[in-house]
Each structure stands twice: as C-alpha cells, then as structure tokens.
C-alpha cells in the first residue's frame, strides 16, 4: 500500500557538509525537507521509492536498479567521509518487473551497487535515520504520457502489496543561470517553474502532462519525468497535496511538495 508521496531536490548544496555558508539561502527548502522526513517517518514505511532522472537512462524504457544493497558517496562533490549504505527490496522489485513485463511496457533492470547523487542525496537527508528498504527508479527519454502510464502501472503493483511504500520524487526544475544559459531560456524556465507550481498546488495533472518536449528541454529540467511518473502513481488516489517551498537562490528552481494519502 501507499503511505506517503513527495517531491523534493536532490542538490548536493543541501547537505551539510557540501552547501556549507550556502545552506543559508536555501534554508526555505531545508525546512520543508525537515517537514517532510518528520511526514515520512510518522508514514512508517517499509519500502521508499525515489524516481530519480539521473544516471542509466534509456531512450524507451524504465529501469530500476536492482542490487541486495546500495552505497552512496559524496566525492565528487568534495565529501570524503559521508557515506550510506541501504538495503534493497527484492521482493518488490521483482513484483514490478514481472507486471512491467506483462503489461509489455518498456522495462530493463540494471545492476550497480553504487547510487547516482540524485537517489543519495534525498536519501540522506530523508531516509537516513530509517530501517527501510530503498527501490531506486530511473525514468526514459519518453514522454510525459509515457510516464504518467508508467506510474498508473506501478501504482497497481503498489496498491496490491501488503508492505508500506513511500514514492519520492527527485526533481529539480529549471536552469535558469550559467554562461550557456540565454535570456530567453532563463525566461522560460521562470515560466516553466511557475506553471509547476501552480499545478502542483491544484494537482492538475492535465497542465503537466501538455507541456511539449521542445519547451522541456529548452529551460533544461531534470525533474520533470520523475514528478510525471510520481503524479500517474497518485493518479485517482484520494491525496492532499501541499507545495511546501520553492526558492531558486543559485538559478536552478528547487521545490519541495509532500501529499498526503488518504
């Protein structure tokens, strides 16, 4: 069963020991994180889902990472020391391939120990003091529609399983700063961030799911396909949704939204 949903970041400014003096310009997103690891604790779940858009991406189809365990590092980011370790969720992981696999959706398992920063990250800031299992998910090149299917699909799985599962959603939105970014590409991704936003609040997929693919890669989001894949899990489940923050201190749009299931 489902227990719990959000979206959050996954910058690696947000954690301590990488953002530094930096944390204080996102600290609206790092107390609406707080809200959400505190709603996610109290959600009790078993298994934490993040669908992240980094890492092994394919052009048609969805993957998952499938490994016993899982470690995260922060080396490439300057961090030496922290490291996770996690659990895997076999059993599940296996329940949503063989689905995937009868319904004949565009599905492939990978195999890594290591974890992408864009599953390390919330993990660590959400996950961290937990004894869940994490399923790491990585979306595809495909549509928005693709993915709204794609998380209709694991919402069946989802709804069947005895065990409590979370869904989070790694997103960060548009770019809108840097030496190749324009002024018209930083102009829609305000746009961009914007229409998210509202949508969000008023949980109107529809809006989402319209955006065309040309406007998507103009404004260079990275959070797009895992919220659509978030929003087809949630698609006719009785939510309440709150957009906790957004904030865009250093040009990359960073919102943080939990819903709450009922």
Same mark, same amino acid.
Not at 41 to 56: E, F, N, Q, R
Not at 112 to 135: D, H, R
Not at 218 to 229: A, F, L, N
């Given at each position: 069963m489902i227990v719990y949903s959000a979206i959050v970041p996954h910058s690696p400014l947000l954690m301590p020991t990488i953002g530094k003096e930096h944390r204080d310009k996102l600290s609206k997103t790092l107390d609406a994180i707080k809200r959400i690891e505190h709603g996610l604790?109290?959600?009790?779940?078993?298994?934490?889902?993040?669908?992240?858009?980094?890492?092994?991406l394919y052009p048609d189809a969805f993957s998952i990472n499938l490994s016993p365990s899982y470690t995260g590092n922060f080396q490439s980011f300057g961090d030496f020391t922290t490291t996770i370790k996690v659990k895997s969720d076999f059993l599940l992981i296996?329940?949503?391939?063989?689905?995937?696999?009868?319904?004949?959706?565009? +599905?492939? *398992?990978? $195999?890594?120990?290591?974890?992408?920063?864009?599953?390390?990250? #919330?993990? +660590?800031? *959400?996950? $961290?003091?937990?004894?869940?299992?994490?399923?790491?998910?990585? #979306?595809?090149?495909?549509?928005?529609?693709?993915?709204?299917?794609?998380?209709r699909h694991l919402k069946r799985v989802l709804h069947a399983e005895p065990t409590r599962v979370a869904i989070i959603a790694s997103a960060d939105l548009a770019h809108k700063s840097g030496k190749d970014i324009t002024e018209s590409e930083?102009?829609?991704?305000?746009?961009?961030?914007?229409?998210i936003e509202k949508s969000l609040r008023a949980h109107d997929i529809s809006t989402i799911l319209n955006m065309d693919?040309?406007?998507?890669?103009?404004?260079?989001?990275?959070?797009?396909?895992?919220?659509?894949?978030l929003l087809g899990i949630l698609d006719d489940v009785q939510v309440q949704p709150e957009v906790l923050s957004y904030e865009a201190p250093f040009g990359v749009g960073y919102i943080t939204a939990s819903y709450d299931i009922h």
């Open positions: 604790y109290l959600s009790k779940p078993d298994t934490v889902i993040i669908i992240a858009p980094h890492g092994a296996d329940h949503i391939q063989r689905l995937m696999r009868e319904e004949k959706i565009p +599905f492939t *398992l990978t $195999s890594s120990e290591s974890l992408e920063y864009g599953f390390s990250v #919330p993990w +660590f800031l *959400l996950g $961290s003091q937990m004894t869940a299992k994490l399923i790491p998910i990585s #979306p595809s090149h495909a549509d928005g529609k693709a993915h709204l299917d794609f998380g930083a102009a829609a991704g305000s746009e961009f961030d914007m229409l693919t040309p406007s998507l890669e103009k404004v260079k989001q990275c959070g797009y396909r895992p919220i659509m894949t």
